[in-house]
C-alpha cells in the first residue's frame, strides 16, 4: 500500500521560506499519469488546494499563491516539495501532501497525514 509522509520545520517565521518534502513509498513520482499535489488546511477553515507538479516537472499552482510557491522534485529520492515564500501568519495551516492519479480519473489515491506549520514568530 502506498504511503506518503510530509516532512518538515515545526515552525517557520514571518517572511520566511516554508519548505516541505513529501516522501512516497510506492510508483515512481515520474509516472506520467501522477500529479503530485499540496493542499493546506488553516486553523478553523477548509481545505486550499496549493498546486500540483505534474510528470514532466511542471507546475500549477493556485493563482492565490502562484507568485510565492513552486513544487520541485526529486526522482532519485521519489520525493517532491513545496516552497513558499514570505510566509506570513495567514500561512499557518496543516499541509498535507497527495496524489492525484489520473488512471482513475484524477482521483486522490494516497496522501500524507499532514503537518501542522505554525508561521509565527
Known amino acids: 500500500q502506498v504511503q506518503l509522509q510530509e516532512s518538515g520545520p515545526g515552525l517557520v517565521k514571518p517572511s520566511q521560506t516554508l519548505s516541505l518534502t513529501c516522501t512516497v513509498s510506492l510508483g515512481s513520482i515520474t509516472t506520467n499519469y501522477y500529479f503530485l499535489s499540496w493542499i493546506r488546511q488553516p486553523p478553523g477553515r477548509g481545505l486550499e488546494w496549493i498546486g500540483f507538479l505534474d510528470y514532466s516537472g511542471s507546475n500549477v499552482i493556485s493563482p492565490s499563491l502562484k507568485s510565492r510557491t513552486s513544487i520541485s522534485r526529486d526522482p532519485s529520492k521519489n520525493q517532491f516539495t513545496l516552497q513558499l515564500n514570505s510566509v506570513s501568519p495567514e500561512d499557518t495551516a496543516v499541509y498535507y501532501c497527495?496524489?492525484?492519479?489520473?488512471?482513475?480519473?484524477?482521483?486522490?489515491?494516497?496522501w500524507g497525514q499532514g503537518t501542522l506549520v505554525p508561521a509565527h514568530s
Open positions: 497527495g496524489r492525484l492519479n489520473g488512471a482513475l480519473g484524477n482521483a486522490l489515491d494516497a
